[in-house]
């Protein structure tokens, strides 16, 4: 089964500080979801990479996934407490398949 | 905004008692999910119906676990006989199955706290 492995667990930034977040595959990946998630609540979707190389822009967030379709990561630029939260990278081997997601990783965004 | 939708939000149950949740889904995803989130860690998934099949269930999923989604529209999960391991998360997803619609993401409820006391 494929296995997402996510780093940090866990991190606090300084707010207007930028942020990176890994997210490794044990397999090749059809594609990577990246989702936020507020303590207990559910999860919201950010965006999705499928290519190789690809890179993709939300806002101050950005993803981009390696050429070897085997590691993602999440970048934030300038955070600010509004993306505190946990974010969960998943992972499905074909579309339409279930997802498998990574542990999450926690960020706190200190004023 | 018709999102997917789960009830109860919340339920605190004693070990040993039965409890259902549902799931009403985005009206035109006719793929559904189910995952289990404890503390500190990821979603685990239990099992997903298309229409009203289940076409895969987790080893997750023990004999005490049931899905069913009858009628291809809502989907109820029972845990029998509640252990204080089933404490958790129980979040519900929706997608539709149409390889032309968008890129394929999970659309989730908000999801079913159990407490087992």
New interface residues.
Partial sequence: SQELEQSPQSLIVQEGKNLTINCTSSKTLYGLYWYKQKYGEGLIFLMMLQKGGEEKSHEKITAKLDEKKQQSSLHITASQPSHAGIYLCGASPARGNKLTFGGGTRVLVKP | DTG?SQDPRHKITKRGQNVTFRCDPISEHN?L?W?RQTL??????LT?FQNEAQL?KSRLLSDRFSAERPKGSFSTLEIQRTEQGDSA?Y?C?SRP?S?LSG?????????S?LTVL
Avoid: D, S, W
Wanted: charged share 25%.
């Fill in positions: 997917v793929r999910y995952y500190g860690q990821g979603p685990e998934f997903y895969e998360m979040l997803a199955q390889r890129t394929g993401e999970l659309f989730f409820g908000e999801g706290r």
